[in-house]
């Protein structure tokens, strides 16, 4: 019999979690029943993607640096991936505020819908505007002096900042890089070797993704409660969809133009992690799926695709930005706070920063939206309600949020790539 491909299998393998949640959501015991007894083989999926994430950038960015033969190159590679980042998450912004302003999708939203936000909702925002404080920015140089960890150790062994785990690897790959070859030989030969080992594993864990799909899928359905609200705010979902299918088109557009390979080969390409984004709703789990896409199936050296890919997947978030523009225009259109330019301008700033700044887990972008309605003088009475309101639809969107934001990294990676004739 001849195999099936893997994205068809992870699709199968949605379509059998919603059926499996479909079911689940008819019987008093079937949430249960999912949640119990199907939900921990998809969570044991992310937990195991999550562990291979931080030594496969390691070993795959050691391993990168140390095959140039000088820095010069490594420098080039650097400000070519930030400046590409930072053009796609202000066009994202930008694209936000121009669909948010022209169809104003929150100019008439019932006093029912938002009656329709139960107290308990509330209070659980009061949570997250309280866990922002801890995420928010502290000083105008707090990036710098947080991406210097004070211990190599316990810096690389946390999964919650990649930034560190980077600048851990790099210092250290270029300090390789400056000795002699004969001496640091044995250490490369070791690199190689858990590189092998590490992209074996990734392997093996792949092939229980569309298993663990159905069992993430099926337990979203289950748990699923406000689909009534999110009718009720469909004009905003519907606008954040159409802009990410927006980004998606503009991305393809990119690579169809600046290496004139196809916008299918592109698509098709990233499949496989576009998927295990849906799935999982975290950039970071899906790296070592997109690290493994981009370089088999686009044709990007590992040294480019294991500095872009990690580096992307820690700020580089165009869909997350996209919908701080429009959720924070939208709420200011609902609670009637009008916003003038100025504002405007404002968020484009902000929610540029609070992309970079969002973690690359689930739900990581309601978290910094609290941040880009702070700095347009979002009365803070309301805040609650304004954040709740986004909330109650956000579980899918932040699913599309995090497809999206991985394609823009794998664009940027195929884009540096072919900049510097490391493109297959
Ligand atoms: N879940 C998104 C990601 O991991 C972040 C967000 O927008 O909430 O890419």
New binding site residues.
């Given amino acids: 019999m001849r195999k099936i491909a893997l994205h068809w299998r992870i699709l199968i393998g949605m379509l059998l979690g919603v059926l499996i949640g479909l079911i689940g959501a008819q019987f008093s015991w079937g949430p249960g029943l999912v949640s119990d007894w199907i939900k921990p083989f998809g969570q044991i999926f992310i937990k195991l993607l999550k562990l291979i994430a931080v030594p496969l950038v390691i070993v795959s960015l050691a391993k990168g640096v140390t095959d140039f033969k000088d820095l010069s190159a490594l420098s080039k590679i650097g400000g070519r991936t930030i400046a590409f980042y930072l053009f796609t998450t202000v066009l994202a912004v930008v694209l936000g505020l121009f669909l948010v302003n022209f169809f104003a999708p929150g100019a008439n939203v019932s006093e029912e819908t938002l009656s329709a936000l139960s107290a308990d909702s509330t209070s659980m925002m009061t949570e997250k505007i309280a866990m922002k404080d801890e995420a928010g920015p502290k000083g105008p140089l707090n990036f710098f002096v947080e991406l210097v960890p004070d211990n190599m150790f316990s810096a690389i062994s946390n999964n919650s900042n990649m930034l560190q785990v980077i600048f851990v690897t790099i210092f250290f790959s270029i300090s390789m890089l400056l000795l002699p070859n004969t001496v640091v030989e044995p250490l490369k030969k070791i690199i190689d070797a858990t590189n092998a080992v590490m992209l074996k594993m990734v392997d093996l864990i792949m092939i229980t993704a569309p298993y663990a799909v159905v069992a993430l899928i099926a337990a979203l359905i289950v748990e699923t409660t406000n689909g009534e609200l999110f009718i009720a705010l469909s004009k905003y979902a519907i606008l954040l969809l159409s802009g990410m299918v927006m980004l998606l088109g503009i991305y393809t557009l990119l690579v169809y133009l600046y290496t004139k390979k196809s916008p299918l080969f592109f698509l098709r390409g990233i499949l496989p992690a576009q998927l295990t984004?849906l799935s999982t709703?975290?950039?970071?789990a899906?790296l070592p799926v997109t690290m493994r896409c981009v370089e088999e199936n686009l044709g990007v050296e590992k040294e480019i695709s294991s500095f872009v890919c990690p580096v992307g997947?820690t700020i580089n978030?165009d869909?997350?930005s996209l919908?701080q523009a429009i959720a924070a225009v939208f709420v200011c259109q609902v609670m009637g706070h009008d916003l003038n330019l100025s504002d405007q301008l404002t968020i484009v700033l902000t929610a540029t920063l609070a992309?970079i700044g969002?973690?690359?887990?689930?739900?990581?972008?309601?978290i910094m939206l609290v941040i880009v309605l702070e700095s347009v003088g979002f009365p803070s009475g309301k805040l609650a309600v304004a954040l709740a309101m986004i909330m109650s639809v956000?579980r899918p969107l932040?699913m599309g949020?995090?497809v999206i934001?991985?394609s823009g990294d794998s664009c940027v990676s195929v884009l540096v790539a072919k900049s510097l004739g490391k493109l297959r």
């Fill in positions: 984004a709703s975290s950039s970071m899906t997947a978030m869909a997350t919908m992309s969002a973690a690359a887990a689930p739900s990581a972008g309601i956000d932040d949020r995090t934001n991985i």
